[in-house]
Structures are given as C-alpha cells and as structure tokens.
C-alpha cells in the first residue's frame, strides 16, 4: 500500500463498560472523564516533555524568593471562566486549601506528594499567588503550577468535593 492509502483511526482511551459523567478535576484523572484535565480545567504552567520546556498557562510567568522558601505566580490577564466570571488568585488559592482540606481529593499528577511541604498559598492581589514552603522544595514546582484550578464561586457551594460528580462543569479551558 502507498502511503496516500494509510488511513488514521483515533482510539479513545476511556473505553469503560460504564460510563459516568465525571468532571471532577479533583480526583484521579483515571475516574473523571478525558477532558477533563487540561480540556475542561487547566493549570498555571505546563511542562511540555516533547521541548522540555516550562510553558506558561494561567501564569504568565513565576518566580521563587531570595531564600527559594516561596514561589509567586503571575497570573494572565483577561482570564474568564466558562460562565463568565473572571479568574483570580482567589481561584488557585481555594484549589489549594480544598485539596490540602480534603485527603481524598487527590488533585493533578503528584501535588498529593507536595502538599505536606506547603505552609500555605496567598492572594495577595487579583493576579499574584504566593505558595509557601515549610521547608525549600524547589520541586514542588511542576507540581503546585500543573495543578487544574476550579472557579471558588461554582465549588464553595459543593458538600462533599472527594465525591463531586461536577455533571455541568464550569472551566477556563477550551472544552
């Protein structure tokens, strides 16, 4: 066969045998549904492994203190959620405190591994956030800016977030 001959076939991973509207980017991405993560809801950077290069996401730029004990994430102008209300540091601060409040919430990649190290995430302005560290863990890095952010208006309203189905999800992603 010639190459002009080839045809694509795009397979889903998420071939289940029951299928549950999940789009709780809070808890494993293997029980929400695909695109949740990354579609629906997204973080303040991204590491792109094909460049190995830190991308700017939600933040448009980050930077660790003299001591490296606190990172401060700028956050992008003119961001607004799905349903329209504006995207602040209030947004990532609340992600924040729901997960490090929530052990079942087991948020984006491995920010369950960093929360332990975090003494505590600020707003200081609508655009700034400011997480610190109880001890230098540059690391945490990736994982505290991979981390997907929920709107603080939608989820300070939910019981119970380890259980949230978020059947109609509101996000800052394309999806």
Not at 30 to 53: D, F, R
Request: zero cysteines.
């Amino acid at each position: 066969a010639q190459e002009s001959d080839l045809k694509l076939v795009t397979v889903s991973h998420q071939q289940v045998p029951n299928w549950i509207r999940n789009f709780n980017p809070l808890i494993s991405n293997e029980t929400s549904v695909w695109p949740t993560q990354g579609g629906i809801y997204e973080p303040m950077l991204i590491y792109n492994t094909a460049t190995s290069e830190t991308v700017p996401w939600l933040a448009t730029a980050w930077e660790f203190s003299d001591d490296n004990s606190t990172i401060t994430f700028t956050l992008r102008d003119g961001v607004n959620w799905s349903d329209g209300e504006p995207f602040t540091s209030k947004d990532v601060k609340f992600t924040f405190d729901l997960l490090m409040e929530h052990e079942g919430l087991s948020g984006t990649e491995s920010v369950r591994g960093v929360l332990p190290f975090v003494e505590s995430v600020e707003a200081p302005d609508e655009k700034t956030v400011a997480v610190t560290f109880k001890q230098v863990y540059t690391p945490g890095l990736y994982d505290i800016g991979e981390q997907m952010i929920v709107p603080e208006h939608i989820w300070k309203d939910v019981e119970d977030p380890v259980t949230f189905t978020n059947e109609t999800p509101v996000g800052t992603g394309p999806f």
